[in-house]
């Protein structure tokens, strides 16, 4: 690990704790559900908690590598280059294609498991380059994670989703 990408754990991290925090007091006041403790006030805190939590994680992992790096006898540490090739364009297209599924589930036009299939199918694809072996692995994961969030949203946690 280069010392650019400890810098970006660190400041991601840091960023993310800060949004968190801020979710954190806005919803501090929002009572529990009326029929259940879970609801509109507890859940957003309980998220805001865990990627904290991760967040934390991910910087200590981040510092405990810089100190390593520092200390490792040979290494220099420097700016290196990014071990992975920026991809701008794809992230405008997951901007595009997820502006889009936000879209279509507020029109109502389709159904909730059936378009976030297809968003999850297109995502991944386009996120593994359209690689043949990964198109199979990424239309089970957007199969399964489309129709089974359907289920668990509407069977078991009885939130009404957008139907087409």
Request: charged fraction near 15%; hydrophobic fraction near 50%; aromatic fraction near 10%.
């Amino acid at each position: 690990m280069n010392l650019s990408r400890i810098k970006n754990d660190i400041g991601l991290s840091l960023f993310l704790i800060g949004i968190c925090v801020v979710m954190i007091w806005d919803s501090w006041d929002i009572p529990p559900g009326s029929f259940e403790p879970l609801g509109a006030g507890p859940v957003p805190r309980m998220i805001a908690y865990t990627v904290i939590a991760i967040c934390l994680v991910i910087m200590l992992r981040a510092v405990l590598q810089w100190k390593r790096l520092k200390t490792s006898p040979g290494s220099k540490v420097s700016e290196t280059t990014l071990p992975y090739r920026p991809r701008p364009k794809d992230a405008v297209i997951v901007l595009g294609l997820t502006t889009l599924y936000v879209g279509l589930m507020a029109s109502r036009l389709v159904g909730f498991a059936t378009i976030t299939a297809v968003f999850l199918f297109i995502t991944i694809s386009l996120l593994m380059n359209f690689n043949r072996k990964s198109m199979l692995i990424a239309a089970v994961i957007a199969l399964i994670m489309g129709f089974g969030c359907q289920y668990l949203f509407t069977k078991v946690f009885v939130v009404d989703l957008p139907t087409g």
